[in-house]
């Protein structure tokens, strides 16, 4: 049940707080209905690290044939990363919105940010070192919603992979715990 107001807003799985819609909320990209719309909206980039920066830029010689005039031009201007308002680094933009590394069939890059991987997850670094994550809401991703309720496909077991590549196995393990006893407390 979502929205059950018994089940504390978020929780702690780790040492990463976690936000309960990802446990609660259903979802299941759904990619014939919106096209990839999550890499073609938006202001700004995906985030990434350095060293997702430093990848990037080791195989730009490879993707370079497959990236568009405007990507290209907008990498010879900005390189492959800027910092965006809040001074996060972000993948370059196109146009004002659409990733300079997206491709006809998806996502260019041999290995994805983290960040792409985990949407609709959002994570968030505090200072105190804590992570916390977060499921961002966005009208774009309806069929994916309506797909999660139909398969009755949780959001954490859909991220399943990207949150083991994030976080770890026994992470994961943690997370399923969590998800099992709110389950029985809904």
Known sequence: MVGNRHLPPMLMVGDVIVHTDIITERFCCDIDACGGACCEEGDAGAPVTLDEIAEIEAELDHLWPQLSAGAQAMIDKQGVAYPDPEGEMVTTIVAGRDCAFRGCKGCLLRREPISCHLYPIREKSFASGLVGLNYHRWDICK??????????????????????????????????????????AE
């Open 143 to 184: 069929a994916a919603i309506a797909k999660g309720r139909e398969l009755d496909m949780p959001l954490y077991v859909f991220l399943k992979d990207p949150l083991i590549r994030r976080f770890g196995q026994e992470w994961y393990d943690e997370l399923l715990i969590a998800a099992k006893m709110i389950a029985e």
